[in-house]
């Protein structure tokens, strides 16, 4: 089992940054993939950046360049740097980690608004 919490969200006006942090507990040595996603009112879930293994990144073509996925050695934290926040950035974000052999986790999510 992976527990995840994550922390950072807030009320940020348009073009303003946050840093968003996922922290693991657990079983981190089974952690294969480290992503975040979000979800917006309405909308579906959807990737916004994914860490894997070798450390390959991929992001959302919305959120290419302004975001940076990050995580510490041991994979006990996983960071979202977002800057230049759009209105359309609003959403909860949720911490997720695939592991080797169960499964993968989610994170309870932390809202995440942008005015304009």
């Known amino acids: 089992q992976v527990q995840l919490v994550e922390s950072g969200g807030g009320l940020v006006q348009a073009g303003g940054s946050l840093r968003l942090s996922c922290t693991a507990s657990g079983n981190i040595q089974s952690i294969d993939a480290m992503s975040w996603y979000r979800q917006a009112p309405g909308k579906q879930r959807e990737l916004v950046a994914g860490l894997f293994s070798g450390d390959s990144t991929d992001y959302a073509n919305s959120v290419k360049g302004r975001f940076t996925i990050s995580r510490n050695n041991d994979k006990s934290r996983l960071y979202l740097q977002m800057n230049s926040l759009k209105s359309e950035d609003t959403a909860v974000y949720y911490c997720?980690?695939?592991?080797?052999?169960?499964?993968?986790?989610w994170g309870q999510g932390t809202q995440v608004t942008v005015s304009s």
């Open positions: 997720n980690v695939e592991t080797q052999w169960q499964g993968d986790f």
